[in-house]
DNA sequence: TTTATGACCGAGCGATCGATCGGTCGGTCG
DNA sequence: CGACCGACCGATCGATCGCTCGGTCATAAA
């Protein structure tokens, strides 16, 4: 009934393991300068410097300021949904099962690519309309994912929340958060923090 | 003469009601350009532009771009928190119709004063230490309220969520959210979005 | 040995940044 | 009238911005 299982290395699960990131070291300086200062508040000058290279070392990995931001929220927003599409994939048949596998991703997602997720949330602002719009739609498909599942769950009365929509879109915000708050060194582990943010977003959509 | 009368006390249900903003020109322009662009991304000659000045004549009033986002901050936050405690103090005496309250304040707030209340939230980092420090202070004021009275709905048995702080947390975090994506031209009035997100909100505390 | 290529950098481009200088102008007061 | 003041501005400051030019250097195929 529950969904608490161990960690299983190998296929089954592999969407809650997460490795050191494998981003080049430029786009890793990029990403840790936008999300200390932000995208305005960053010069490409910074972002050479944490890389250990020049200005123009820099340029000779990346056209322009513009397409290091670009490529961060893209890898993270593919990794997220990818990460959310095995978690679904996984879970068992119920809508329960499904919310309860999708919310999970979502969270472990929020706090080991914090900074990424954090970067991607708050620049969506800087970054350019066809760039924007390729991000605003892949978040969107993530919405669309838990937004369906809820609604299955009210339909086969899994779940009892009188507004789907608005009851899913207040758990994706709530996990999105956990980006914005968390630190590994903080008094909560990842595990204690799903435990308890599962607990709450059953609660949220009226989970029996 | 000053005609304000929204804040007045004695007047029941003050707290609910929004006129325009009261903002000098040239902070409601620096407003503006900074919930568009961001503050680093907005120009000190963009703000004089909005505001209808020149360069100097916008610093005759503020000192720095930095004294316009604390003005606004400042602004921003005291206004949240005497709607709050205006919610708090005209509530009944139990912890329910005390959450409902502040709930639905934190909602109307974030609807009718957006774009303050959304450059506050993501523009922190572009403030100094000091400011920043007490921009902080006066959120987390804000959030004790709300943790202080679900957790006396749970000592008297009216919430039932096993992670009181986390949750009111959660239900913070969602209303702060609704200031990213409400538009007064959206499909929503703000009295049907205080419905739904109430009655979500409560679900979040496990209300009875 | 020659040529080609990817990885990088010192120097500097034009533009724009936040901020300031020395004013002008209309009003108020004695 | 003349002294003063708040409100405002054209011009410009030094610094920094994103970005580029013309190279060097190590490696490796031809």
């Not at 890793?28 to 290279?53: K, Q």
């Not at 300021?65 to 927003?77: D, G, I, N």
């Not at 949330?121 to 498909?141: I, N």
């Not at 809820?150 to 958060?177: K, L, W």
């Amino acid at each position: 009934m529950d969904t608490r299982e161990d960690l299983v290395p190998g296929d089954t699960g592999s969407w809650r393991h997460y490795g050191a990131t494998t981003l080049p070291k430029a786009l890793a300086a990029a990403l840790d300068a936008f999300a200390e200062r932000g995208y305005d508040g960053t010069s490409i000058r910074e972002v050479a410097s944490r890389a250990g290279l020049s200005v123009p070392g820099l340029y000779h990995h990346y056209p322009s300021k513009q397409a290091l931001l670009v490529s961060l929220t893209t890898t993270v927003m593919r990794e997220l949904l990818e990460r959310s599409r095995q978690a679904l994939a996984e879970a068992g048949p119920t809508p329960s099962e499904q919310f309860d596998a999708v919310v999970e991703s979502l969270l472990r997602f929020h706090m080991f690519r914090r900074n990424q997720a954090f970067v991607a949330s708050t620049e969506m602002r800087s970054m350019e309309p066809a760039s924007r719009a390729a991000f605003v739609a892949l978040r969107d498909e993530q919405q669309r994912m838990l937004d369906r599942i809820v609604e299955e769950g009210v339909a086969a009365g899994e779940f009892s929340t009188r507004y789907p929509e608005d009851a899913s879109r207040a758990v994706t915000t709530m996990c999105v958060a956990v980006a914005s708050w968390y630190h590994p060194d903080g008094p909560l582990s990842p595990d204690e923090i799903v435990t308890r943010y599962l607990a709450i977003a059953r609660c949220t959509v009226g989970a029996r």
